[in-house]
């Protein structure tokens, strides 16, 4: 596994029958991974070890603790609301949360937990793992039936698993933590939503809470103080500002409704893709919105995505359903037509429009839709094609990120099955009787009830070994490439391995755009193949790949990062003409007519306002250039432009033309004039 994150590792010596803690003098380290598994500070070995030790404030550091932050909140709330019931309360990119069956509490609650965070904080609560029998699991955790869900789902019968104490609270969960309470010193809860348990809003309403940590008050600060910034930047707000789209939560709820202008902005990122897309071989396709559920149960996704779907059943009694996904209607067009190895690789591009049942407590804005367009693409691929193809859309994927957000922190991930949980994913079964290899089995299937074809043998155990080749050249293209990257097990499409590209913003969140991910279930799902050189059926790889991934998540990061003052190839309003008085508005025309005949966007005001009241109103619209005409413009033919940072230049038109047509087509971030 590659790591981008070992400025603060250490490696150290343990010697048998030592714990780890014994060896650190320094509060900064919080946890120490041994032969790539981490482990508590408090663990021993029966024999020596060599150990890093995982610093408190690099990435699996703040992971760490974070999820003890989770920890101390729960036991806080139980202490003070003795009837909350704990569900769950993982670590998230910035913070963490803990969901809770209990009665609804305030915002002005948060700060009575907090104060009793802080009390066990100063108590410095050891913190012990200690290793449990199942049985022993189900019965300490008898009253919460959410942690008895927990157990059975993940620990099987006759083994053991762990459970964490901390004065009285205890908490099933595997670790690592923080060696004791007094570690979580720089913490705050944000915010309280409600959900339900699992997400299925058939089952109980919880009440979740928000919250951050990290290992100082200065680290801390920054963050309260660009979560703050940040939210001055809500993309909703710049959007009603910018008229970019509306929000109908009456006619529309969930479903963004662009404007012109905001159309410019997603046309603009369309183009550039659609370009990108020509230069390296895939072909541009148009699918329809719905589909009949058959498709989706072929596919597998109607078992996956069922209850996110958006279903319907027309007069004749016929199912449908508006697409998750563009992949099957992708195979519908490849599998239309007969391709020989020498046609191959056939790649297809959209930019399709899906839909998803988000629900309704979880819709917001652009960053949460239940429509999202995919700048989307599908290869279908000859085994020998598949690295190469990799590396060209890993290429794309790191050529796109220098144009669009150059100099963001990017990281990749490669995303790995679970295969503890080979139920989760479209998986072939071997038998174990003859051998047979049983084609890929959906969620859906219970495994134990598929008999064999052969021999009608029901000892049948996960073929893992097309997985294993597809993450292999996942991982394969990305050390070729120098890509810094980091392995998640169970993150895996439920088809495939993949890779995951994040991009830290203007605040330091994180957010996911790229995907790429290798299939080999779906193509024979469908019954996809190719005609080999031996003149035989021979089944494809498909590659799904996304670049920009969802455009409106893109357009969130791009509003919110640049206060709305898009980059001017991406600006709706590049130039904003005024005319000092009406005796100017001629050759202010005669500007307008030069830059829009340049396909440059721009608007002439012709309004009796001042031009300092012209500016001033303007600048909620962000344009890129505010252009005065007056008597010297005139008499020179020239024009005086102002920048964002308002440094103004007078130039001759078509020197500014040149110089703003330069900045578009090269899609500079910065200005030039």
């Known amino acids: ?94 913070g963490f949360y803990y969901d809770f069956r209990m009665k609804p509490i305030g915002m002005e609650d948060l700060s009575v937990v907090e104060e009793r965070m802080n ?41 053991s698993s762990t459970i964490y104490e ?8 595997k670790g690592p933590h923080v060696p004791d309470t007094s570690y979580i010193k720089a913490f705050k809860l944000l915010s309280i939503a409600s959900t339900n348990y699992k997400g299925d809003v058939t089952l109980e309403s919880m009440v979740r809470i928000y919250g951050t940590a990290f290992p100082d008050d200065k680290s801390l600060k920054l963050f309260l103080k660009n979560r703050e910034e940040a939210a001055k930047r809500d993309h909703r707000k710049i959007g009603a500002e910018m008229d970019l789209f509306v929000f109908n939560s009456e006619r529309a709820p969930g479903l963004p409704l662009y404007t012109a202008n905001g159309a410019f902005i997603r046309n603009q990122l369309i183009e550039f893709m659609r370009g990108m897309n020509r230069e390296n071989g895939w072909q541009e396709v148009c699918t329809p919105h719905l589909f009949r559920d058959t498709m989706w149960k072929q596919s597998g996704h109607y078992a996956k995505y069922k209850d996110d779907m958006f279903l319907f059943k027309i007069a004749d009694g016929d199912e449908y359903a508006l697409k998750p996904m563009n992949c099957p209607g992708h195979i519908t067009i490849y599998e239309n037509s007969s391709h020989s190895y020498r046609d191959l690789p ?35 691929l000859r085994p020998d094609q598949i690295e190469e193809e990799i590396g060209r859309t890993l290429d794309m994927i790191t050529r796109s990120m220098d144009i669009m957000l150059k100099g963001w922190p990017v990281s990749f991930d490669l995303s790995l099955m679970d295969k503890n949980h080979p139920e989760s994913y479209l998986l072939q079964y071997k038998c174990s009787d003859c051998g047979h290899i049983i084609e890929p089995v959906r969620k859906s299937a219970n495994v134990s009830e598929v008999q064999c074809p052969e021999c009608s043998s029901n000892n049948l155990k996960p073929d893992f070994s097309v997985w294993d080749s597809a993450t292999d050249q996942l991982r394969s293209a990305l050390l070729s490439r120098h890509i810094a990257f980091k392995e998640f097990e169970g993150e895996a499409a439920f088809y495939g391995p993949k890779i995951d590209v994040h991009v830290k913003d203007a605040f330091g969140r994180s957010w996911q755009l790229s995907t790429l991910q290798l299939d080999f279930n779906m193509p024979r799902s469908f019954d996809l193949y190719y005609i080999n050189n031996e003149s035989k059926h021979e089944t494809p790889v498909m590659l799904h790949r996304a670049i920009f991934g969802s455009l409106e998540r893109l357009i969130v990061i791009l509003l919110e990062s640049y206060a709305g003052k898009l980059p001017t190839w991406l600006s709706p309003l590049q130039v904003y003409l005024i005319p000092v008085s009406e005796a100017y508005t001629e050759y202010s025309k005669e500007i307008e007519s030069t830059l829009k005949s340049n396909g440059i966007n721009c608007i002439l005001d012709q309004s009796p306002e ?14 890129a250039y505010i252009c005065v005409v007056g008597e010297n413009e005139v008499n020179n033919k020239t024009v005086t432009v102002r920048n964002r940072k308002d440094v103004q230049t007078t130039l001759q038109i078509q020197e500014f033309v040149n110089k703003i047509l330069q900045e578009i087509n090269e899609r500079k971030i910065d200005q030039i004039i």
């Open 1 to 94: 596994m590659q790591d981008a994150d070992k400025k603060h590792d250490k490696t150290i010596k343990i010697e048998a029958g030592h714990n780890i803690l014994e060896y650190v003098k320094s509060r900064e380290y919080v946890a120490a991974k041994i032969d790539g598994t981490l482990h508590d500070l408090t663990d021993t070995f029966n024999s020596d070890k060599e150990a890093i030790l995982i610093h408190i404030g690099s990435e699996e550091g703040l992971e760490i603790l974070r999820h003890s932050a989770a920890h101390l909140l729960a036991q806080a709330v139980t202490e003070i609301y003795p009837d909350a019931l704990p569900n769950a309360g993982p670590a998230t990119s910035d």
């Open 610 to 623: 001042t031009v300092g009241k012209k500016i001033k109103l303007i600048r909620t619209k962000r344009p």
């Open 346 to 380: 056939v790649k297809l591009s959209e930019f399709g429009t899906v839909y998803r049942y988000e629900k309704s407590g979880e819709v917001g804005g652009l960053s949460r839709p239940r429509t999202f367009t995919i700048d989307d693409g599908h290869a279908f």
């Open 119 to 159: 009390l066990l904080v100063s108590k410095k609560l050891k913190i012990t793992k200690k290793e449990l029998p199942k049985n022993q699991l189900l019965k300490l955790f008898s009253h919460n039936k959410y942690k008895i869900d927990k157990i059975q789902d993940n620990v099987k019968d006759g083994t």
């Open 166 to 173: 901390q004065g009285e609270y205890v908490d099933f969960c």
